[in-house]
C-alpha cells in the first residue's frame, strides 16, 4: 500500500502551461515516489512535447496521460468526471488530481472536509483560486476531469 502525505508542500509553477506537470510532482512527493518529483523532471516524464507543451499544456484533458504515468510508478489511478458530490466521496477517500475544462488549470486534490476541497494548487489565485474550491467553482470551472487514486484495493469509486 502506499503512503501519502496530503501535507506536501505544493511549489508555485515556473510557466504559464505546467500546471499538470506541477501537480503529478506533487502528488509523487505526497505517495513518497521518487520519479518526477519537480516541474521539469514531471514536464519530460509526461512526455514533452507529444503529450505536453508551451502552447497547449497538458494535450488529453481526460488526464488520462497522468493516470498512466502514475500507474507506471506503482500507483494505479483511474480518469472520472464526477460530479460535485461524488468528487467530495473521493476525496474523503483517496488523493486526486483534477482539471477544470473551463478553467484549464491541473491541481491536487489534497482532502475535503464541510463541502470545501483542500487542493495542491501551483498557481495560487489564478481565476480566483488559492487553496480552496467549493462547489459554485467546480460549476464555474468544470467539467472536471479527475484521476483518482485509491489506496487501498477495496474502496469504491463512486457510490450510485
Not at 28 to 42: G, P, V
Not at 50 to 62: P, V
Request: glycine residues 10%; negative net charge.
Amino acid at each position: 500500500m502506499l503512503a501519502y502525505d496530503p501535507a506536501t508542500p505544493q511549489y508555485p509553477q515556473t510557466a504559464d502551461w505546467t500546471c499538470s506537470a506541477c501537480s503529478l510532482a506533487w502528488l509523487n512527493r505526497a505517495l513518497q515516489i521518487d520519479n518526477a518529483t519537480d516541474e521539469w523532471s514531471a514536464v519530460d516524464y509526461i512526455g514533452n512535447p507529444e503529450n505536453i507543451n508551451a502552447t497547449y499544456g497538458l494535450m488529453d484533458g481526460s488526464g488520462s496521460v497522468l493516470a498512466a504515468r502514475l500507474g507506471e510508478q506503482g500507483a494505479p489511478s483511474v480518469c472520472l468526471w464526477p460530479t460535485w458530490h461524488q468528487v467530495l466521496e473521493l476525496a474523503r477517500l483517496m488523493p486526486l488530481l483534477a482539471g477544470g475544462v473551463a478553467w484549464n488549470h491541473w491541481v491536487g486534490v489534497r482532502s475535503t472536509s464541510g463541502g470545501v476541497l483542500y487542493l495542491a494548487n501551483s498557481a495560487m489565485g489564478w481565476c480566483g483560486i488559492g487553496d480552496e474550491l467549493v462547489a459554485s467553482d467546480w460549476t464555474n470551472l468544470g467539467p472536471f476531469a479527475v484521476v483518482a487514486v485509491p489506496l487501498q484495493r477495496d474502496l469504491p469509486l463512486i457510490s450510485a
